[in-house]
C-alpha cells in the first residue's frame, strides 16, 4: 500500500492528478492524498501514466474515445 501523495511524488504528477483519475478511471470517490493505495490501483494507475509519457493521450487511457473528426 501506498498513499496517494507519495505516489504522486514517485510519478512526478500532482496529488490532484491522481485523485482525478482514480475517479475518472477507476470510480473510487472520496479520496485524498492521504488516502492510501491498494496494490491493484498502484498497477492501474502506472499503466495510465507511463502511458501518458508514450504519446497516448488521457481521453485513450480512460476508455473514452473521441469521434472522428469531420
Do not use: C, W, Y
Amino acid at each position: 500500500m501506498l498513499r496517494i501523495n507519495q505516489f504522486a511524488k514517485d510519478m512526478g504528477v500532482s496529488n490532484q492528478e491522481v485523485i482525478d483519475l482514480l475517479e475518472k478511471r477507476l470510480g473510487v470517490t472520496g479520496k485524498s492524498h492521504s488516502s492510501n493505495l491498494s496494490d491493484d490501483q498502484i498497477v492501474q494507475l502506472k499503466r495510465t501514466f507511463e502511458g501518458k509519457g508514450k504519446g497516448e493521450e488521457e481521453s485513450t487511457l480512460l476508455g473514452r474515445h473521441k469521434p472522428p473528426p469531420m
